[in-house]
């Protein structure tokens, strides 16, 4: 079965600086997604930025990217210039041939002024 | 609709009561997942829905729990007899195919409290 696995239940940054979380998984598929979700206060689970998983080029989003190694199965998440709006849970999700997505517990983010 | 609606947003039943929380997933989108996130915690998945096929049913907790979904559109999760640990954020989402790589939209969720 896979898993995801987020080491970090908390990350604190200041405004404007660069901040990485980190994410692990197991599986033994060969094709797969790799997602990141943030969820604020108000519950709404909003996508972040997905990640192909026979794509070696990293996904970007503006201020967010991932840096995905795929033999390590990891799969961190960037998000630089940090603002306030950036407070939040952040989860990893693995998308593979079962069709729904496996969490990882969550990294709540704090961004101080 | 513009996106996933679910009802009611917040719930207060007693225990051993049987509660339904419903959801109207995004016009044509025939994949449809309910999961569980209880306070703090992660996502757990409950069950999911792929067009006319036989749904997933294999993380559901307990035979307390059953969903049910009329064709590609409405869900409803029923979880029976109540409990203190159902209370959680029920979260329902929806797809426009059952595929890995396909973004999966989430409604706001159901807040059950159990007393």
């Known amino acids: 079965a896979q898993t995801v696995t987020q080491s970090q239940p908390e990350m604190s940054v200041q405004e404007a600086e660069t901040v990485t979380l980190s994410c692990t998984y197991d599986?033994?598929?060969?094709?797969?997604?790799l997602f990141w979700y943030k969820q604020p206060p108000s519950r709404q689970m909003i996508l972040v930025i997905r990640q192909e998983a026979y794509k070696q080029q990293n996904a970007t989003e503006n201020r967010f990217s991932v840096n995905f190694q795929k033999a390590a199965k990891s799969f961190s998440l960037k998000i630089s210039d940090s603002q306030l709006g950036d407070a939040a849970m952040y989860f990893c999700?693995?998308?593979?041939?079962?069709?729904?997505?496996?969490f990882g517990k969550g990294t709540k983010l704090s961004v101080k002024p | 609709g513009a996106g996933v609606s679910q009802s009611p947003s917040n719930k207060v039943t007693e225990k051993g009561k049987d509660v339904e929380l419903r959801c109207d997933p995004i016009s044509g989108h025939t994949a449809l997942y309910w999961y569980r996130q209880r306070l703090g915690q992660g996502l757990e998945f409950l069950i999911y829905?792929?067009?006319?096929?036989?749904?997933?049913k294999s993380g559901l907790p307990s035979d307390r729990f059953s969903a049910e979904r009329t064709g590609e559109s409405v869900s409803t999760l029923t979880i029976q007899r109540t409990q203190q640990e159902d209370s959680a954020v029920y979260l329902c989402a929806s797809s426009a195919l059952v595929r890995s790589g396909n973004t999966i939209y989430f409604g706001e969720g159901s807040w059950l409290t159990v007393v």
């Open positions: 829905f792929q067009g006319n096929s036989a749904p997933d």
């Open positions: 599986t033994s598929e060969s094709d797969y997604y």
């Open positions: 999700a693995y998308g593979g041939s079962q069709g729904n997505l496996i």
